[in-house]
């Protein structure tokens, strides 16, 4: 699977430069080559950043609750149909 995510982001990456520049031809090693970068970026991540992604982790939960009570608040708050 991590192969598979690799190669589909590196093909999201070009397929991206092929929309803004139709021109570019699009070979094979680049896709390998661009896989190879996002494995690495993931490697490096998962060695040196463990203490990065438990923090990121814990302000995305945060992140969702907070974003939930907002949500339902502005909800209520802005609905004019209303029970007694």
């Not at 021109?23 to 950043?49: C, D, K, P, T």
């Not at 302000?59 to 608040?73: C, E, K, L, P, R």
Request: cysteine-free; proline content about 2%.
């Amino acid at each position: 699977m991590g192969a598979t995510n690799n190669f589909v982001a590196s093909n999201f990456i070009f397929g991206m430069v092929n929309l803004t520049n139709p021109n570019f031809v699009i070979e094979r090693w680049q896709i390998v080559l661009v896989s190879y970068a996002i494995a690495s970026i993931g490697m490096i991540i998962n060695i040196w950043g463990p203490q990065f992604l438990d923090k990121l982790g814990k302000a995305a939960i945060i992140w969702n609750i907070v974003s939930f009570v907002i949500v339902i608040a502005v909800i209520l708050a802005t609905k004019t149909d209303k029970q007694s």
